[in-house]
């Protein structure tokens, strides 16, 4: 049976829009001064809200630009929902997180704050040191479910393995991607990790 989202309200919409324009101008500022000499205040200035208001929505500056990527987190985490207890495969998983990336490509101010933030950790520690926390802190719950995906009983050594190489092949495509968008080139996100997730698989098969 298939279920239909229901459309989020006009309160809703209008946080949604909050959110996404703090995002927005976070990474403008962050790409004209870099992230230690943007401030919040900057941020909510030049955002049209209040501190207070940035606040209800980002716990700091960098958390403000990577709103995508946590989007992005909680997409997966629904999408491998789906998968529980269903004995999924490495190929299985992988069509999983392929999904997710073409819905967000489908999503152009979601895809493109993404891409922006791939390119801005190449030059700024505080929003790459950002956004390694960020990974850290999704790394248990992603283990937990790659475990449930797989129906193993707890988080063992192939989970890990498992995880570790999803992970590992999902950033080198991100950072493959945004290195060939910067340079100009119309790369395509999901082809970019189809073509990353058949390399890893010649490298391991060697």
Partial sequence: MTTTTPAPDLRER???????????VALDLFARNGSERTTV??????????????????????????GANRAFDAALAARLEDRVGSSTSLGDL????????TAFTAEAGSIERMLRVRCL?????????????????????????????TGAPTVDLRT??????????????????????????????????????????DVTAA
């Fill in 14 to 24: 209008r946080r949604l829009a909050t959110q996404a324009e703090i995002e927005q």
């Fill in 41 to 66: 205040d900057d941020i909510a200035a030049a955002a049209g809200v209040s501190p207070r208001t940035f606040f209800r929505y980002f716990g700091t500056k960098e958390d403000a630009a990577l």
């Fill in 94 to 101: 992988e069509d999983c997180i392929a999904d997710v990336l």
């Fill in 121 to 149: 950790v190449i030059e700024d520690a505080g929003l790459r040191s950002a956004l390694l926390r960020l990974d850290a802190e999704q790394t248990a719950a992603f283990f937990a479910r790659i475990a449930a995906a």
């Fill in 160 to 201: 890990r393995v498992v995880a570790e190489t999803l992970g590992a092949g999902l950033r080198a495509a991100l950072d493959d991607w945004a290195a060939r968008r910067d340079q100009g080139e119309d790369a395509d996100l999901v082809a970019t990790y189809r073509r990353t997730c058949a390399t890893l698989r």
